[in-house]
């Protein structure tokens, strides 16, 4: 592994938006993104050994296998200053299915890292010359710093522009690492990993003592950090899990999950007064995770107080991400990974790949003003519209409503993904109403509501307008302040106008309290 802090990326927004203007050519065809399509991972961490094999758009993946065995192998080092000799047997099973399952998937080669358990035991490097013996796999040790810099360039695969403070907790340490304008900054790691805070002795007090001692002299270390804490690892999102619990929280999907510095205390507090199995019992949370939630709550809370961040954000990507990226090309990494995924979903199970493009500028007019993080979501919209399209009729709009919602994609607030899935939803339907997520709708303003309407449906029309390149298009004007929705066609256009096209351009004109208007031009053939 190369260490990148000094990488000169080109800064860009935090919604990673590199190319809001011209739709530009994909990548994920390019002969440097195809040698990404399928990679795997092996992570061999301190409490878990995981498996992931991404696959898709590099810029932002698919998981095309994901498996976790938990091994704890960092289990009583504290003590003995080996591994775990149970654990040690479990990951060297775990790790001999993997090596079966990556060739039975044609995998060339995997990647593999040890972490905190394996670098720090007496045994890591028989426990890694074992792996060797037995699977031909190599395992690559990394130190803590290496450790944080993976992670920080996980969070940077799903928020290209991200700044602020990342935090990967792990079982036997926990990283911090500094990222700003594309790039990783300081990093540092320590020994707070819940593993080895649970065979602390001297109960709580000793225990929250240590915890403050070694934050400050984190704080010391990388300075002030007060821009968004992204938290990654399964111990915090076993957390944000519970925070989503107590708060009613109406979306289960931990990617961008955000949380204020007062409900992580409230959270804490929430932990520390409710049974460990009925916790588990109400999150979903499994049984050898949340012995270890304790624990990582008392970090996280002097992690809070102590750096103050303005905000938290979960990320589900950390150091496998982070492989992933550092195997990409430059310009790769500079793309938006939102729009990426919705050019290889379009080009994959499309009925007319390019159309997006097509229908993303026939509605343009209606955006003429508008942010570009609006346009972004205009374009993701245009580009997965017709994805679904071999669902059945009757569930064709809940479909899509799920996919926009809970799909693994880069790069969308909680919020985004609501508001893509309603667009969606009316790309279908005139109506959102008696649906079964009508729950999730509050996630966004009456305002956005109603804009995700008007998209919905100008996507509902001009899908029936099913233009080539080639061919003359009709064009919608939109006169905002007369409120009147213009429709220009020409004569070789004017067969697709039939009384169903019809029908869906005075829906969307209501959506928009407007007036239609029909115009009959010249092609620009003609003159």
């Known amino acids: 592994m190369n260490d990148q802090t000094e ?14 203007g011209l739709f530009g050519k994909p990548l994920f065809e390019d002969p440097s993104a195809r040698a990404l399509a399928r990679v795997g991972v092996v992570d061999v961490g301190s409490n878990s050994v995981r498996l992931v094999v991404f696959d898709g758009a590099a810029r932002s993946p698919a ?5 976790k065995i938990m ?3 960092g289990a009583g080092m504290a003590e003995t200053g080996h591994l775990s000799p149970e654990g040690r047997t479990r990951a060297l099973s775990a790790m001999r299915r993997f090596k079966k399952l990556a060739d039975g998937m044609g995998l060339t080669e995997l990647s593999v ?7 720090d035991a007496s045994d890591g490097r028989a426990f890694c010359d074992d792996v060797m013996r037995e699977t031909g796999l190599r395992i690559w040790v990394i130190d803590g710093e290496e450790e944080a810099r993976l992670s920080a360039q996980g969070v940077l695969l799903g928020w290209p522009g991200a700044y602020g403070l990342v935090c990967d907790i792990g079982g036997s340490s926990m990283e911090l690492a500094e990222i700003s304008g594309g790039r990783v900054g300081r990093r540092v790691t320590s020994q707070l990993g819940p593993l080895k805070l649970r065979e602390m002795k001297g109960g709580a007090k000793a225990r929250n003592a240590h915890i403050k001692e070694i934050m400050q002299g984190l704080k010391e270390t ?9 938290l990654v690892g399964g111990s915090w999102r076993a957390i944000a899990r519970i925070d989503m619990v107590r708060r009613g929280y109406p979306l289960h999907v931990l990617h961008e999950y955000r949380m204020t510095p007062r409900a992580v ?11 460990l199995e009925e916790l588990r019992a109400i999150s979903g949370v499994s049984s050898s995770r949340m012995a270890l939630v304790p624990f990582a709550a008392e970090v996280l809370s002097r992690l809070v107080k102590t750096f103050k961040p303005k905000d938290i954000a979960l990320s589900s990507y950390g150091i496998r991400e982070g492989m992933l990226y550092e195997q990409m090309p430059q310009r790769l990494r500079d793309r938006d990974p939102l729009i990426e995924a919705c050019r290889f979903a379009e080009a994959k199970d499309a009925r007319m790949p390019g159309f997006g493009k ?6 343009l007019p209606l955006y003429k003003s508008a942010s570009g993080p609006r346009k972004r979501l205009v374009k993701a919209a245009c580009l997965l519209h017709d994805v679904s399209w071999r669902a059945h009729p009757d569930y064709r709009a809940e479909v899509c409503f799920d996919n926009a919602t809970r799909a693994n994609l880069g790069g969308l607030k909680h919020s985004e993904r609501v508001f893509l899935g309603l667009a969606l939803l009316h790309r279908y339907s005139n109506k959102r109403e008696n649906r079964r997520f009508e729950d999730l709708y509050d996630m966004i303003d009456k305002k956005a509501r109603a804009e995700a309407e008007v998209l919905g449906k100008a996507m509902r029309f001009g899908a029936m307008l099913w233009m080539t390149p080639d061919e003359d298009r009709g064009e919608l004007r939109w006169f905002s302040k007369k409120k009147i929705l213009q429709l220009r066609l020409t004569q070789d256009m004017l067969p697709l106008f039939g009384e169903v096209a019809e029908a869906r351009l005075n829906s969307l004109a209501a959506s928009l309290g407007a007036e239609v208007e029909i115009k009959t031009v010249k092609s620009k053939k003609q003159g």
């Open 7 to 20: 990488m000169t990326r080109p800064a860009v927004p935090e919604t990673g938006v590199a190319d809001l």
């Open 63 to 67: 998981y095309f296998y994901n498996e």
């Open 71 to 73: 091994c704890a192998l």
């Open 113 to 119: 890292v040890a972490t905190a358990a394996v670098r």
């Open 222 to 230: 990388m300075g002030a950090q007060r821009d968004r804490l992204f």
């Open 265 to 275: 205390s409230a959270t804490v507090k929430f932990i520390k007064n409710t049974d």
């Open 358 to 363: 097509i229908l993303y500028d026939f509605i």
